[in-house]
């Protein structure tokens, strides 16, 4: 597996890393941990040295796995989680949003334990608290790096503004927002600021929370508790609409002798040097499969074709319902 960095400030990772979320979360019931972890130490073993948690997957169901399955690994690897929700006593997921710097540092500490380590690599804001002015964010993301407790900082679905106010009083190692094929809204202003910045980029769901791959159609049905259920742009009108990106992807695909998911990824990474995607899986082969992605050659006319051929698609239906859509970009 190829290694990147992270924007300019030396924070090294594989190509591909691995999102956890959906072991532990949003997609249909919780992965059994054993298994869970099994696949967590697959990755490892197939050269992943990036993994994403936080402590909303489950809530902290996600942590605690990842850290028990990184444990023997723990100098090898980069672990990122993220802060930012409310939470009840049991550790039910509340509404609304809470960075207070007190929380903050309430919640890094119940972390690193869940976590089994004494430093997170790379701490992100789950989502921007229009409550709290981002420079408290960051100034307590700074002292708690003095500290020694965090590594790096980082930003999830936030502005271009508030970005940049961020950035000025901690620097920003990595953006995590959702880009692919199937999402390409930071092209337009977010990746610039990005390069501008020296801010790496860490694409979530970046096979379109599994649309990308092919084994998504209109009659496809999902589990009770799949957050895809909510998501206009998985309604089934709106999954036969977008198919033909699908269609793009699996012709090119036949040509260069991959899969759907494989062309998707190995496209994003072609994007930008500092782009590191983290597909997420609960299946072993789909683990492998996704991997593959990075050893995909895409010629610079692939690129040019596949692009120019995305432009003209129209995807329909939106990225997120009203609720959660305005947590994001702000």
Known sequence: MQ????????????????GCMGLSSGYGPATDRPEAIMLIRAAVERGVTFFDTAEAYGPWANEEVVGEALAPFRGQVVIATKFGFKFGPNGERLDGLDSRPAHIKEMVEASLKRLKTDVIDLLYQHRVDPEVPIEDVAGTVK??????KVKHFGLSEAGAKTIRRAHAVQPVTALQSEYSLFWREPEAEIIPLLEELGIGFVPFSPLGKGFLTGKIDENTKFDATDFRNIVPRFTPEARKANQAVVD???????????????????????QKPWIVPIPGTTK?????????????GLTPGDLREITAAADKIQLQGARYPAHLQKLVGR
């Open 3 to 18: 290694k990147r960095n992270l924007g300019q400030n030396n924070l090294e990772v594989s190509a591909l890393g691995l």
């Open 143 to 148: 002292e708690l790096i003095r500290a020694g």
């Open 248 to 270: 793009l992807l699996a012709a090119i695909a036949a040509r260069v002798k991959a899969t759907p998911a494989q062309v998707a990824l190995a496209w994003l990474l072609a």
């Open 284 to 296: 072993l082969h789909r683990l492998v499969e996704n991997l593959g992605g990075a050893s995909v």
